[in-house]
């Protein structure tokens, strides 16, 4: 399935400042990047680069003194998105979990998972399989928490959100971080340009580790699964920002835009069902830890 | 200068569990292993690991059906503790950050940095350079934490201990991380054996990424720092636990020590001062970005 | 019914302080003291007194230069609870509810009301009366938290309780009380001896605002709600501790006991049933508000 | 000191509501209301009230099925406000303190006095007199929290605002409050109509209680102390909300204003200093102690 996706991001910036953007989607084995562009606007010093562990791509600008800033990025993916048997989930014991994964059992800064523990075991102990467990992880949050614009911030983590019960995409997939990890199921947060999302934006959900693969979760029910496209991901929020700003700069405007390459017929995936046992999912390359 | 650790761990089990400990030493180009031995008793399954983007020596066991497993590890190995003049710790930009230290910008599960940023910057701000930063935190914390064994527990973090003001190694080094971040200056978990530690334990501090190297500060001033090894490290303790339990598992008792190899002649370094500029370090291998 | 109630507490003091004591019980409408009797050994200085808007009796003592200090009461209550049929509980809208019972709506420093209002909703709005929702809520709170000793400490609040799901009878009471009020209902605070209560102990439950009486609620479930002996109350534990130390003093013991009168034949009061529409409760003489 | 003071609060409402309001000022010893009006538009069943002690002048208000309402307020009040020298406000002991000035010493929903502990003894602990205490705390506050409109939200409290370090004249009110108790100083929230505040609104500032007198304090240092004319008070602002609303209405304006007297002249009180001993002060008449 070939998407087209691009956004637009304008700064102002106070004073010589340094960025962070995380905007380029991932090449992976399920997505192969066809075209890609970048652009700043003026031309400023930038750097790509790779952190260990992670397959994000992240550029770093330095503003110099200019007042305003803006950056240009699209590209043209071809992405396969497996749907699997939730049969072939099978449970994966820690001592089974892949050393590169383990990481993703921990707590981290948005997910508390330590502090769920019996929360977690509560309400979701009693499902008999890790695919069933997350398949209630994400039912009891669409039900019972409500996708409200602007009732965050950047400061709230899933603590907050499993008694405040109102949140956007980040809040969502952080609190299905947190007690998936809870459980002792590993779980990595993921963020991506998302077919038929709207409005249009970036959009954040989860990942599971389920029978020795990360599959895709999204409690907000925003979208098909199998239309998005992977920027990054990471344990949470504070490793897969869009932008992080080291100095004063502020967002003037953002655009995000995902269309579907010409002539491409697109059947959104049905909502996972237990019964039906199918699951969106998307396999990293894991270059990282090869 | 050569030292020998060890420690004999005693777990109580209830129900077959899985167990990741983290008490090897690394291996890094400032320390070097010259004898290692681990042991389980009885004998159980066990692999050892390392995860992407870490040096940490991670083994994973599972007790089974046992009901009480001792674990020991004693190592002898050869330290290298550079000494360095705070004149060349020059001021690092973030745009000249290593990539694989960009990580350590970002709050983690015990630091939240990005709580704390206001207050850093009016408590620290000021100070002329990175390095006089981290020792003003370092000079900080120490005459506003008291040290108080059983004061928190495994769930408190650096936005907890900046208002209680108690804590013990661990809460000390989550908010002189916490703090260091928030200015921009990256920062990382340290765990190690200690030489002149009292009583005998392990030991947690802190780094700060100063003049394109790791520096080591501990805000507790209980040990030297040139009689640290390194166990390991991280974004805080929830990537660098001695002990991961998943499952049901009670610690019976922990016996930790940290010895002199025989013949061997210890200056205890002096507290880094600010005039003498002198600070104690170890490099890590870094092999994960290599 | 006539109950023995007794308390023994021994302190120990570090220097000169000022205690207050809350142990005395409180003479209301449905309760008057027969027999009672209160002693500090050695003899200090000491002061009854009472606060607006409460019924508690308050004793303050000075230790001065003693370094034991041993408290005893014991009293002998008449006590009468009423035993309401549920139907007369009707609805009664904030419009309607007396002036000094209004402070019971506000959130406060353990019951944090207005964090938890979303929360409460949605799990108990749909409930159709008052008395119905505040069942529905003890109901909740016995399924979902466990009782376990030495799991929380004074700062522990409602907001904690709702997620870690541990706590004690306190903690119990604060979390009952947080959800009333989120609904609309006034909430406060209950202290007592407490009949059958094992191990003896002073004990904590709450009293809920319906159809223009206090009626108690106790979701620990662990004592009949007809063998209580009111001490006093307040919007939470901060305002009817056992006791509140100025200084240096710590507890060195304490014991509690509640005894029937010779005599006396107790049935004890069958949980409260929403059918048969049965609830324990007792009238204050709310002298302050006359 | 003659004062005007008025306030047109408007409201939209969404389904029918109570909302009790606390915009009356209050009448004490040092403080006659000469004329008063207070009208709501449309005419709605209303009562007013106080709790029990407490004398701020509540009132209480059906919205029934409109759609907006409109509150007017006005007054003309001749205050007295007493400056102190601070020589006369000796120590009181905790074994002093008056009955019913005893619950401001107790932790509350947005001052958690029990928290702060550690720190104010480390900050203020050993300024020699409670008045220095407090002056000290001020400064400190003063000094390191920024005021900074919408920064806050109602949920914020003086555990927030001593790491975040910016707020509202509330959040400063919270934290000097808490500070005060944590150091076994009463202390309370004050609301009132302000002379010479910039934007003209309600002002929220603290009273502690020395030499047996509530002293004004105001670490915003917004507007003179003896410019204040006072609404209510309370452990904080649970107690004291300029509007708590039971139902669905949400504000559309609030205009305030407070103006001097025809011919009255205005000495605006000199910031309190310490050699000086100069403090504004207001005695409510206490009747709810009498």
């Known amino acids: 399935m070939l998407f087209h996706v691009s956004c637009r991001l304008e700064y102002a910036v106070r004073f010589p400042s340094t960025l962070i953007l995380n905007v380029h989607v991932q090449q992976t084995e399920s997505q192969s990047i066809v075209r890609e562009q970048f652009g700043v606007d003026p031309v400023v010093p930038l750097e790509n680069f790779t952190v260990p562990g992670s397959d994000n791509r992240f550029v770093r600008l330095e503003t110099g003194d200019l007042q305003n800033l803006s950056v240009t990025y699209s590209a043209t993916v071809d992405c396969h998105h497996d749907i699997l048997s939730a049969r072939t989930l099978e449970d994966l014991p820690v001592g089974d ?10 707590p981290s800064r948005y997910c508390q998972s330590d502090k769920l523990s019996r929360l977690a075991w509560d309400l979701f102990g009693k499902q008999p399989t890790p695919h069933r467990k997350v398949v209630a992880i994400v039912d009891w949050i669409h039900a019972n928490v409500e996708y409200l614009s602007g009732s965050t911030d950047s400061g709230t983590s899933a603590y907050d959100t499993v008694i405040q019960r109102t949140g956007v995409c980040r809040d969502f997939a952080h609190l299905g971080i947190a007690l998936c990890r809870a ?3 590993p779980a990595r947060y993921f963020t991506g ?4 999302l709207d409005p249009p934006d970036f959009h954040a959900l989860f990942e599971a580790y389920l029978g020795g693969r990360w599959v895709l979760f999204d409690a907000t029910r925003l979208a098909p699964l199998n239309g998005l496209v992977r920027i990054g991901g990471g344990r949470d929020a504070a490793e897969a920002a869009v932008a992080s700003v080291f100095g004063g700069v502020a967002t003037r405007s953002m655009n995000v835009e995902c269309r579907l390459g010409e002539g491409q017929a697109f059947v959104p995936l049905d909502r996972p069902d237990l019964n039906q046992a199918a699951v969106a999912l998307e396999t990293t390359s894991d270059s990282a830890a090869d």
Chains 1, 2, 3, 4 share one sequence.
């Open 97 to 106: 979990i892949p050393a590169e994964v383990i990481p993703f059992l921990f």
């Open 183 to 185: 459980l002792n199921i």
């Open 193 to 196: 340009y998302s077919y038929l």
